[in-house]
């Protein structure tokens, strides 16, 4: 009979003793993947990650069901939601005012913001210039704030752009330090196409670090397109980063499709923090599992590498 | 129109400037294919490979057709190099002293010997107990050092092992030792089963340099079965290592058809190191044009990231 299949704890040097999984696989996950999954499903999805350990999941987003389809049932996913474990945090993403406005009445306490570090992308995404986005987003963080919401803001292409290529490391800390002003509680740094190598990581950290945002204001949100997630997030936690973003299973693009823009995967991440001897609380069993079962209902296996081998071994 | 799609050059503090990749898919990866290409795709692969960068291609096995049907045309291949740029380093690997003998008479003048760290690896793949394996590899070291040849030593299950669980440091320091002292010029530490994490990298490195065996004798061969292969790799050049095994394409086990044993992918790890500002000699749209061709012939994709990626865009 083989050993039972767990990294040996060994922790590294200058790592945080806990990190904090922001779990988005029911939001930014389900909202990339083709199929639109049953309300129910999504529900029951959000309940078991968060009974698998993960303290803070996302839940959906409040975006116009026009933009995306599959998130059309964000407030009634929000209201399925039982059998959860006490003081799991539930986030969910609002893109304006209409948004909060519906997130609010859906009972949510924690709303996200979303932001482009770059001009181009605020204009193909957002349909506004990068300025015109940002007081956009004010807007909803003042609102939210004075609800006494939670307030996490992402801050997407903050390592390349598909039109711009390589962004500078000033033009991101600008656009952090306008969502840090407005009020956000905590930033997630997006390299939403996934080009970022751990050289770049550790230089945006030091030149946010440069302007007064530090690592405990910061989460890292790393995709998956080139390989570099897991290693890019390695440098972040060597920079003092303890809330680390990763979607179960690898949702939100498949890497052997035609698509290549799937984020890190929750399982892998747990893996190497298990290795280092780094707290998450998570119980990967229970976890993979939970993979293992939403891709039978998305019918095509997780390409979570973790997922893989464990469910291989069942 | 997009931007072309190469990382941002940002140099992290402490890694070495420039990274040897022994590139072992021809021998390691067609090895754990369940196709057979025929021999002048073989050669022709290697070739390839030599002329996108890579300055060291282990070529093939001289294993019994009987163990490795894939590589029983070894001799063969060996012959049918040609175009092939001045100074590439052209090793293969030779399980025992008939090999040694057959690598002689085709011409090869750099050999690999492969060894376990484990007793119950060495006795269920090489039939014999860990002592009489070692003692067989060094009578293979010495008949090849005698004729000057350059000889690598591989040294398996370094991390953990399927029977025994985790391998302890001490284990793998004493096997390590052992292939140093019967003369390998250089050893490298493999992750068998992808098991491994940074700090156990780490500490590995410290425990083998603590026994006089420094970075500058070692190469790292990781595994991706739990996606740690490229952390597990930027821990290694932290710690001054410049050697990096890696497979084109990430050939040796396709991580999506119920085998999750493969390779790192040479794709991933020159995209990272690019990155990192470390110089590799090798081009990336070569490289990846070499593993598309490769993968149509094997009939299914390459499971590199930065290959699906990269092959999308073009």
Redesign the interface.
């Given at each position: 009979?083989?050993?039972?299949?767990?990294?040996?704890r060994?922790?590294?040097?200058g790592?945080p003793p806990r990190v904090r999984i922001h779990e988005v696989g029911p939001r930014d996950g389900l909202q990339n993947e083709k199929a639109i999954v049953p309300t129910d499903v999504k529900a029951d999805f959000v309940c078991r990650l968060a009974n698998a350990g993960l303290s803070t999941v996302e839940v959906t987003s409040f975006v116009h069901p026009k933009w995306v389809p599959q998130l059309a049932d964000a407030g009634e996913v929000c209201l399925r939601l039982d059998d959860l474990p006490a003081g799991v945090r539930l986030p969910v993403l609002v893109p304006n005012i209409r948004g909060l406005e519906r997130a609010t009445a859906h009972g949510a306490r924690r709303v996200a913001i979303a932001a482009s570090a770059t001009e181009t992308f605020a204009r193909r995404n957002l349909n506004r210039t990068l300025d015109e986005s940002l007081a956009m987003s004010a807007e909803v963080v003042a609102q939210a704030k004075g609800q006494g919401m939670h307030v996490r803001g992402y801050l997407s292409m903050c390592?390349?752009?598909?039109?711009?290529?390589?962004v500078p490391l000033e033009q991101v800390v600008r656009t952090a330090r306008a969502l840090a002003d407005m009020g956000c509680d905590e930033l997630s740094l997006g390299d939403t196409?996934?080009?970022?190598?751990?050289?770049?990581v550790?230089?945006l950290l030091d030149a946010l670090a440069a302007d007064g945002l530090g690592a405990d204001r910061l989460g890292v949100h790393f995709h998956?397109?080139?390989?570099?997630a897991?290693?890019n997030?390695?440098?972040a936690l060597q920079h003092g980063v303890t809330t680390v973003d990763a979607s179960a299973g690898g949702l939100g693009g498949c890497?052997?499709a035609?698509?290549?823009t799937g984020n890190l995967?929750t399982e892998?991440l747990v893996?190497?923090l298990?290795?280092?001897?780094v707290e998450t609380g998570v119980d990967l069993d229970a976890l993979v599992a939970t993979s293992v079962w939403m891709a039978e209902r998305l019918g095509r296996?997780s390409?979570?590498?973790?997922v893989?081998?464990l469910a291989?071994k069942e």
């Open positions: 009979m083989t050993h039972s299949p767990l990294p040996m060994v922790p590294a040097a790592l390592f390349g752009d598909p039109w711009e290529g390589p196409i996934g080009v970022a190598t751990p050289g770049h550790s230089a998956d397109t080139y390989g570099q897991l290693a997030t390695l440098a890497p052997f035609g698509s290549a995967a892998d893996w190497m298990q290795g280092l001897g296996p390409p979570s590498r973790t893989t081998a291989r």
